[in-house]
């Protein structure tokens, strides 16, 4: 009952595009003429949001969006627009290796000094770092899996069984406790965040959004489902080091057991996901679709291309001791010996 | 479900843990990299502890540089 009264709230609008869509999905405007989103940065704040808030729909939808609006076809019409902005930059941009062995043999090489995210927060990020780290994550990890799901049907055999055997994991084998979505949650707790689905998404730089919408772009299209294995197998093989050094920082800096536990978990799921979907979900794949090799790769470099930019937002911006968000976030609750990095990160600037 | 024993007969490739067929468990080897055992498995270790995982698959740490012992880390990855 009233079902469509619950739900995240409509984010503020970053543009044109995305206030078009807002006014549309609240019954108050027009939506954006297609020629309007072939125009836009495909990877600016304005586009992305406006494609992320047709995607949510298909999650969890908005309150006081009626639940037909997922299935919309002028809302559909639009959201192809965005779609083909965005994927055909992705298209362009996106430096792609020449076979599927080189693009995984790629992935699975460990840099001796390695520059990322999460290398940065392992050596010297402080609490205010992981509280913002989390905070932009949040917006997969809160629905951690779920786009993934999609490629269940299209997918068979080895690969079905495989995809299947994986998502069951992530979704906690059976105990919704173990659920990563729900374990994350309790990270954010133990890092004084806001648990709320949706709740950091104005936070959000468009490179975070960018990140999410291909997932959702690779799990909504069957034409895209071999991107969408690509795209899994990036995450999972990447995971399991980058958790090791996430836990690490959340060690040292205290943030709590749960922040622990999180990245503990996925140090040894994703070491055997990691197996699974390259043997089992790439193998079977391939073995009933080789065509889709290609695609494989493209899901695999379009996702390494998106959290590079991503990565970068991030470091430089705590390089220049500035928050990484478009709005800061709250100081945590309880007085803590943080309290001086607290008031520094009080008077960072809201960017966007 | 992975785990589901009534899987057994329709699947004779990679199959649930409690095998009430019989029939033998299967441990996927490489050159390098864990070994892949199906779960539920319990795990006795040199000083006589024992550790349980019951993920659907496990990966056990087969070059010993793993810190999550006798988990695989991943941590046979080459180094470049």
């Given at each position: 009952?009233?079902?469509?009264?619950r739900?995240?709230?409509?984010?503020?609008?970053?543009?044109?595009?995305?206030?078009?869509?807002?006014?549309?999905?609240?019954g108050?405007?027009p939506l954006?003429r297609p020629a309007?989103?072939?125009?836009a940065?495909?990877?600016g704040?304005?586009?992305?949001?406006a494609?992320y808030?047709?995607?949510?729909?298909?999650?969890?939808?908005?309150?006081?969006?009626p639940?037909e609006a997922?299935?919309?076809p002028e809302?559909?019409?639009?959201?192809?627009?965005l779609?083909?902005r965005?994927?055909?930059a992705l298209?362009?941009?996106?430096?792609?290796?020449?076979?599927l062995?080189?693009?995984?043999?790629?992935l699975?090489?460990?840099?001796?000094?390695?520059?990322?995210?999460?290398?940065?927060l392992s050596?010297?990020?402080?609490l205010?770092?992981?509280?913002e780290?989390?905070?932009?994550?949040?917006?997969y990890?809160?629905k951690?899996a779920?786009?993934h799901?999609?490629v269940?049907?299209?997918?068979?055999?080895?690969?079905?069984a495989?995809?299947?055997?994986?998502?069951?994991?992530?979704f906690?084998?059976?105990?919704?406790?173990r659920m990563?979505?729900?374990l994350?949650?309790?990270?954010?707790r133990?890092?004084?965040?806001?648990?709320?689905?949706?709740?950091?998404?104005d936070?959000?730089?468009?490179?975070?959004l960018?990140?999410v919408?291909?997932?959702?772009?690779?799990g909504?299209?069957r034409?895209?489902?071999?991107?969408l294995v690509g795209h899994?197998?990036?995450?999972e093989?990447t995971?399991?080091p980058?958790?090791?050094?996430l836990a690490e920082?959340?060690?040292?800096?205290?943030a709590?057991?749960?922040?622990?536990?999180?990245?503990?978990?996925?140090v040894t799921?994703?070491?055997?996901?990691?197996?699974?979907?390259?043997?089992?979900v790439?193998?079977?794949?391939?073995?009933?679709?080789?065509?889709?090799a290609?695609?494989?790769?493209?899901?695999?470099?379009?996702?390494e291309?998106l959290e590079?930019?991503?990565?970068?937002?991030?470091?430089?911006?705590w390089?220049a001791g500035r928050?990484?968000?478009?709005?800061?976030?709250?100081a945590?609750?309880?007085?803590?010996?943080?309290a001086?990095?607290?008031?520094?990160?009080?008077?960072?600037?809201?960017?966007? | 479900?992975?785990?589901?024993?009534?899987?057994a007969?329709?699947?004779?490739?990679?199959?649930?843990a409690?095998?009430?067929?019989?029939r033998?468990?299967?441990i996927?080897?490489q050159?390098?990299g864990?070994?892949?055992?199906?779960?539920?498995?319990?795990?006795?270790?040199?000083d006589?502890?024992?550790?349980?995982s019951?993920?659907?698959?496990?990966a056990?740490?087969?070059c010993?540089?793993?810190r999550?012992?006798?988990?695989?880390?991943?941590?046979?990855r080459?180094?470049?």
């Amino acid at each position: 009952m009233n079902d469509h009264l619950r739900g995240p709230l409509l984010p503020p609008s970053r543009g044109p595009l995305s206030a078009a869509v807002t006014s549309y999905l609240r019954g108050t405007g027009p939506l954006p003429r297609p020629a309007d989103a072939a125009a836009a940065d495909p990877y600016g704040d304005d586009l992305q949001l406006a494609l992320y808030l047709c995607y949510e729909l298909h999650y969890r939808g908005f309150a006081g969006v009626p639940p037909e609006a997922e299935w919309d076809p002028e809302l559909l019409g639009v959201r192809a627009a965005l779609e083909q902005r965005f994927g055909s930059a992705l298209r362009a941009d996106t430096p792609v290796h020449d076979s599927l062995d080189q693009a995984l043999a790629a992935l699975l090489v460990e840099p001796v000094e390695g520059t990322g995210v999460s290398h940065f927060l392992s050596a010297e990020g402080e609490l205010w770092h992981l509280r913002e780290y989390a905070a932009v994550r949040s917006l997969y990890h809160l629905k951690e899996a779920d786009p993934h799901a999609w490629v269940l049907p299209r997918l068979w055999g080895r690969a079905k069984a495989a995809m299947a055997a994986v998502e069951y994991d992530e979704f906690g084998g059976g105990r919704a406790e173990r659920m990563h979505a729900r374990l994350f949650a309790d990270l954010m707790r133990d890092l004084d965040l806001d648990t709320v689905y949706g709740r950091y998404l104005d936070a959000a730089p468009a490179e975070m959004l960018a990140v999410v919408n291909l997932m959702s772009l690779f799990g909504l299209h069957r034409e895209l489902r071999g991107a969408l294995v690509g795209h899994f197998a990036e995450v999972e093989i990447t995971s399991s080091p980058g958790s090791r050094r996430l836990a690490e920082a959340m060690r040292r800096t205290g943030a709590g057991p749960a922040a622990e536990f999180f990245y503990d978990e996925h140090v040894t799921a994703d070491a055997v996901h990691e197996q699974v979907v390259r043997h089992e979900v790439i193998g079977g794949l391939l073995e009933e679709e080789p065509e889709l090799a290609p695609d494989i790769v493209f899901g695999i470099d379009a996702t390494e291309y998106l959290e590079e930019r991503l990565g970068r937002r991030l470091l430089d911006r705590w390089g220049a001791g500035r928050s990484a968000l478009r709005t800061p976030l709250a100081a945590p609750e309880q007085p803590s010996p943080e309290a001086p990095e607290t008031h520094r990160h009080r008077q960072m600037s809201h960017t966007s | 479900m992975p785990n589901d024993p009534c899987d057994a007969a329709a699947d004779d490739s990679a199959g649930p843990a409690q095998d009430a067929a019989g029939r033998a468990r299967r441990i996927s080897m490489q050159r390098r990299g864990p070994l892949l055992v199906e779960g539920p498995v319990e795990i006795e270790l040199e000083d006589g502890s024992t550790v349980r995982s019951d993920r659907f698959r496990v990966a056990l740490c087969t070059c010993r540089r793993s810190r999550r012992y006798p988990w695989c880390d991943t941590s046979h990855r080459r180094k470049a």
